[in-house]
Nanobody, 127 residues
Framework: QVQLVESGGGLVQAGGSLRLSCAAS???????????MGWFRQAPGKEREVVAA????????YYPNSVKGRFTISEDNAKNTVYLQMNSLRPEDTAVYYC?????????????????WGQGTQVTVSS
C-alpha cells in the first residue's frame, strides 16, 4: 500500500504561482522509482483530469495542452516527494488537486488507470 499526502494548495491571484508537494510513504523507499507519479485535478461538476505525469525513470513527462508551458512536474527520489510547480495561474485552474501513483512504466492520462491517490488539496485562483 502506498500513502500519498499533498500540501501547498491555497488562494492565489491570477498570474501567480504555487508549488504543490506530494510525500509518498508505504511501499516506497528503495522501490519509489518503480512508480509513475501524476497530478490530477477536479473542479466541481467536472471529471478528474490529468495535469502532469512523470514516468518512474523521470525520463518521460506528460502535460495536457491546457497547462503545457505553465506547469512542471518534478520528483526528488531521495525524499520520496513529487512536486507540481504551477505558474501563470488562471481562474480556470481552480480545482482540488490530487497526487496519484501507479506501478509500471507508463503514464496514462485516464485517472481510472492510476492505483493510489492522496486526499487532495484545494487550489483557488482569483481573477
Amino acid at each position: 500500500q502506498v500513502q500519498l499526502v499533498e500540501s501547498g494548495g491555497g488562494l492565489v491571484q491570477a498570474g501567480g504561482s504555487l508549488r504543490l508537494s506530494c510525500a509518498a510513504s508505504g511501499r516506497t523507499g528503495a522501490t519509489f522509482n518503480t512508480y509513475a507519479m501524476g497530478w490530477f485535478r477536479q473542479a466541481p461538476g467536472k471529471e478528474r483530469e490529468v495535469v502532469a505525469a512523470i514516468s518512474w525513470s523521470g525520463s518521460r513527462t506528460y502535460y495536457p495542452n491546457s497547462v503545457k508551458g505553465r506547469f512542471t512536474i518534478s520528483e526528488d527520489n531521495a525524499k520520496n516527494t513529487v512536486y507540481l510547480q504551477m505558474n501563470s495561474l488562471r481562474p480556470e485552474d481552480t480545482a482540488v488537486y490530487y497526487c496519484a501513483a501507479r506501478e509500471g512504466a507508463s503514464v496514462p492520462s485516464s485517472y481510472l488507470e492510476w492505483d493510489y491517490w492522496g486526499q487532495g488539496t484545494q487550489v483557488t485562483v482569483s481573477s
